[in-house]
């Protein structure tokens, strides 16, 4: 599914019910930036996809798929933000438009991503390579490699 809203709700869902348990339509709108009406509009629009389950004037949680969903999005933002990271953008905004971009990259780019981000932190040293592409951030400079 790769509906940026519905995923955005799935998220924030995700993150309210951990802090709190269950969430309010009212927390929900104003973590969105939307109306009470809009989010509880979704929020019934989730409930009929069995992503949530709704009780009104008590709350949402998410059900098992809701959850799933909610945890396949903290894995992409992750490894967006962990590959953002590698080839140098800030940690802020490495978050920043990993939040942005994780709606919008298919699983098989997201299964690329993350296969690159665990060769690189798993190498047992620095690849050369990534030490020259940080050079060549910095200066603009290519470093020439050594045949071996």
């Known amino acids: 599914m790769k509906n940026k809203t519905i995923e955005e709700y799935i998220e ?22 939307v109306s009470p009406p809009s ?4 929020v019934q629009k989730l409930s009929k996809k069995k992503l949530v389950n709704y009780v009104p004037y008590r709350g949402v949680t998410l059900t098992k798929d809701g959850e799933k969903i909610a945890k396949e999005l903290i894995k992409t933002h992750k490894t967006l933000a962990e ?6 953008v800030n940690k802020k905004n490495a978050e920043k438009d990993a939040c942005q971009i994780e709606h919008h990259v298919s699983a098989q780019t997201v299964k690329q991503l993350n296969r690159f981000v665990e060769f690189v932190r798993e190498a047992p040293v620095d690849p050369i390579w990534l030490g020259h592409f940080k050079h060549y951030c910095k200066t603009g400079e290519r470093l020439i490699c050594e045949k071996a």
């Not at 924030?12 to 930036?33: F, Q, R, S, Y």
């Not at 989010?39 to 979704?42: L, V």
């Not at 590959?83 to 140098?88: A, D, K, N, P, T």
Request: glycine share 10%; charged share 20%; aromatic share 4%.
């Open 12 to 33: 924030v869902i995700h993150n309210l019910e951990k802090k709190h348990g269950h969430v309010h339509t009212n927390d929900l709108a104003a973590n969105l930036g």
């Open 39 to 42: 989010a509880t509009e979704m």
């Open 83 to 88: 590959f953002l990271e590698i080839i140098g």
